[in-house]
């Protein structure tokens, strides 16, 4: 299975300013999937991002706030932008496996104070 | 909408013995994959088992397996002979299939006493 590389790790922002993430994967892969999950609380799905076009947004998350790029089969980043003390949350990307399901990088946990 | 839900939000158990956590969920497909992921307070999610909705034979991996009740829409975990390495919270999740999303439910944070 496909093994992925997320980073930051962690990371302690100001609000009003903007983060990063990025997710490598030691394999090409078609589609890569953003969750958000907050304290204490599920996964939720964010977006979903297919290389070469425009990510697709689940309902409630907008482009404006979470902008996402793809430009490979093997790369992703996830943009907090404008960040309040609501985004405090553990991000994560993920890849789907060919039997079905989904491998999920280590996750990114953001504080924004 | 497929809805997954998780009843218990804890449990605890003796180590060395066996507990079971539940799952059910709502569908109107026939085609689809079930999954429990358990995510460590080191908040990696890693894949404990997964099943096809067309297979009638439940799942097992080593200490784990489930108990797929397809017309009930209910699937849950056996962890036998409990590790304290088991404790974690724990995800039940849902796709269907050729679909591009997840759907988990709320978790059950297990706690094994030594």
């Known amino acids: 299975s496909a093994v992925i590389s997320q980073k930051p790790s962690r990371d302690i922002c100001q609000r009003g300013t903007s983060l990063t993430i990025q997710c490598q994967v030691d394999s090409q892969v078609t589609m890569m999937f953003w969750y958000r999950q907050q304290p204490g609380q599920s996964l939720t799905l964010i977006a979903t991002?297919?290389?070469?076009?425009?990510?697709?947004?689940e309902s409630g998350f907008v482009i404006d706030k979470f902008p996402i790029s793809r430009p490979n089969l093997t790369f992703s980043t996830l943009t907090v932008s404008n960040m309040s003390p609501e985004d405090s949350s553990i991000y994560l990307c993920?890849?789907?496996?060919?039997?079905?399901?989904?491998?999920f990088g280590s996750g990114t946990r953001l504080t924004v104070v | 909408a497929q809805t997954v839900t998780q009843s218990q939000p804890e449990m605890s158990v003796q180590e060395a013995e066996t507990v079971t956590l539940s799952c059910t969920y709502d569908?109107?497909?026939?085609?689809?994959?079930l999954f429990w992921y358990k995510q460590p307070p080191s908040r990696q999610m890693i894949l404990v088992i997964r099943?096809?909705?067309?297979?009638?034979q439940n799942a097992t991996e080593n200490r784990f397996s489930v108990n797929f009740q397809k017309a009930a829409k209910s699937f849950s975990l056996k962890i036998s002979d409990s590790q304290l390495g088991d404790a974690a919270m724990y995800f039940c999740?849902?796709?269907?299939?050729?679909?591009?999303?997840?759907?988990f439910g709320q978790g059950t944070r297990l706690t094994i006493n030594p």
């Open positions: 993920s890849v789907g496996l060919t039997r079905g399901g989904y491998t």
């Open positions: 991002a297919n290389q070469g076009s425009e990510a697709t947004y």
């Open positions: 099943q096809e909705a067309y297979k009638q």
């Open positions: 569908t109107s497909e026939s085609d689809y994959y």
């Open positions: 999740a849902y796709h269907r299939e050729g679909a591009q999303k997840l759907v």
